[in-house]
Structures are given as C-alpha cells and as structure tokens.
C-alpha cells in the first residue's frame, strides 16, 4: 500500500519562500507521475504541476500557468520524494498543498490520480 506525506508548509510573507516534499514509502513510484495540487477555502482543487519519468533518473515537469515562472518541481533520483519550490509567493498561493500519484487520464484532473497525501497548509500572509 503506498502512502504519501507531504511537509515543509507554513506562515510566510509575500516575496518570500517554501520549499513543500513529498514523501512516497510503501512502494516505489519511480516510474509513476506524480502531481501537486491545492486547495484554497471554498475552491475546487486545482492542479499546480506534475513530475513525469522519462528515463533511468531522468524526470520531466509541467507546471500550471497560474505559478509558472514561480513554482517548480523536483524528483529524487529514486523517484520517490518530489518537490515543490515555490518562490516568491503571493497571497493567493495560501492553500493546503496535496502530492498525489497518477493512474490514468487528464493529468490536470484530480480524478486521474489514486493515492494522495494529507495535505500541507500554506498560509501567505504580512
């Protein structure tokens, strides 16, 4: 049974940073994309960015219009521990942040994935 944990939320100020992880154990994930999501009070879901296996270590991301150029993603050459860095934040990036595993489908679609995290809140405020 795989399991994901995400970390590394928090209070932050405007321009500043965080760095989010999340945590894969139960199984190897290696090969599997993976994404990071949020969801801010009152929202749908939305779909930040994914992590995609194309080879060996070699990983490919996709990041969301509404964080390009702020956000990116990471893997760990074991595939298992991805990362969201994300700087500068604004306060419309406050949101708890959830890493899920894809199974198939529309990777922007959160019903294209089976196994998420609890969730890290992050909370961007002066």
């Keep these: 049974q795989v399991q994901l944990v995400e970390s590394g939320g928090g209070v932050v100020q405007p321009g ?65 521990i991805m990362r969201l860095q994300m700087t500068p934040l604004k306060p419309e990036d406050t949101a708890i942040y959830y890493c899920a595993v894809w199974l198939r489908g529309d990777y922007v679609s959160d019903s294209s994935y089976d196994r998420w995290g609890p969730g890290t809140q992050v909370i961007v405020s002066s």
């Design 16 to 80: 500043g940073s965080l760095r989010l992880s999340c945590t894969v154990s139960g199984r190897t994930v290696s090969t599997n994309s993976m994404a990071w999501f949020r969801q801010s009070s009152g929202k749908a879901r939305e779909f930040v960015g994914a992590s995609h296996w194309i080879t060996g270590y070699l990983y490919s991301s996709e990041i969301s219009g509404a964080v390009r150029g702020r956000f990116t993603i990471s893997r760990d050459n074991a595939g298992n």
